[in-house]
């Protein structure tokens, strides 16, 4: 198995470790299982964590193959996209999600945070693990029974990943302002109004770059769902990846990137590993110690004090401000700073499976 990120492979082999010595398995929840430290029995020897927990999935392209219909999971991702105050992700869902027979009272249920009671058991549920994922960090057991009770392990294992997969992709439109292409119709109501630093024809932060001829739609969204120029084949036309991020901005910038990710979502096993990671890869104890309670970034040396303005914008409020966004531009570079995203989006992916199955 390729590793996800193989930049910072040898300091999360020491944060794995790290993390496991936490919890005694006597102090574990009943509910998890004492090999596997989370909700499922342990799939294979040697793996474990996120990668183990995506073992347990049915193996099927989710979104357009999964046993549980369509409709369930473009329910799925509207209740991510909901979650993240996403607009663009959502307005193209809700689309696709009328396309596929999802009832528009439920659609209304998920845009403006109604009660689930009444819905259909998988419907709810859906619902409700999204909302107590993304809107609290925990899944609560008798929430997680109910889902697994509905959709079975590898249906809900599904679910989540998939929901995660949308949210790793909210976080990317998100930081680059993703608003709706010309025509659209902006249905999601937002605590915020979105910046106007968008340009006309890509509808983001970032110039319109033409697909390369031949090229095919992501698999996030395929299908012809993104119109051309804008969402998320657009941001990824203006990124080089993790390989050339390190040569940019450094191992250290990487964990660092990594570990506010883990602590704007809460979670104890992925905060253990990412803190000793960026110990490992340089991180100062006094920086780790300000992400850890939130401090103030005033003082830092400048690209971790626009990092960490950067990500809590874009975790605490789900916008960036123009100017701290025109801040890490300066700072990283737009290839680095899209690379970045890129880098804690994924991380965001991870998160959501090990809070969903509690992961120890």
Do not use: C
Not at 143 to 157: F, N, S
Not at 219 to 233: H, I, K, M, V
């Amino acid at each position: 198995m390729k590793p996800r990120h193989p930049a910072l492979v040898l300091p999360f082999v020491l944060a794995a470790s790290f993390a496991l010595a936490q919890t005694p398995k006597d102090a574990l929840p009943r509910d998890v299982h004492p090999d596997s430290r989370n909700r499922l029995a342990p799939a294979k020897p040697g793996v474990e964590g996120v990668d183990a927990i995506r073992l347990h999935a049915s193996g099927v392209d989710v979104r357009w193959q999964s046993p549980l219909g369509r409709s369930l999971t473009e329910l799925a991702i509207l209740t991510s996209a909901r979650e993240h105050d996403q607009p663009y992700e959502w307005s193209l869902h809700e689309m696709e999600a009328l396309a596929v027979q999802l009832d528009p009272a439920i659609i209304d249920v998920v845009r403006y945070r109604r009660p689930v009671k009444g819905l259909p058991d998988r419907h709810a549920v859906i619902i409700e693990i999204g909302r107590e994922i993304f809107g609290t960090h925990t899944l609560g057991p008798a929430t997680y029974a109910r889902a697994l009770k509905a959709l079975g392990e590898a249906g809900l294992v599904d679910i989540v990943s998939l929901m995660g997969n949308y949210a790793a992709t909210a976080t990317r439109l998100t930081a680059v302002n993703q608003q709706m292409p010309p025509g659209w119709k902006q249905s999601l109501p937002l605590p915020f109004t979105p910046p106007d630093d968008i340009h006309p024809d890509s509808k983001s932060r970032l110039a319109y770059v033409k697909a390369p001829a031949g090229a095919s739609p992501g698999p996030l969204y395929s299908r012809g769902l993104a119109p051309e120029g804008t969402g998320p084949g657009q941001i990824t036309r203006h990124g080089s990846g993790l390989k050339l991020l390190e040569a940019g901005v450094g191992r250290r910038t990487m964990a660092l990137a990594a570990l506010v990710t883990a602590q704007a979502h809460h979670q104890p096993y992925e905060w253990a590993r990412r803190e000793a990671a960026a110990r490992a890869a340089g991180v100062e104890p006094a920086l780790i110690d300000i992400v850890q309670r939130g401090g103030p970034p005033s003082g830092l040396d400048e690209k971790d004090a626009a990092l960490l303005q950067f990500s809590r914008e874009l975790f605490g409020n789900h916008t960036v401000t123009p100017a701290t966004y025109a801040r890490a531009l300066k700072t990283f570079g737009e290839r680095d700073l899209i690379d970045l995203v890129d880098l804690m989006a994924r991380e965001v992916s991870d998160i959501t499976l090990l809070i969903a199955f509690d992961q120890r």
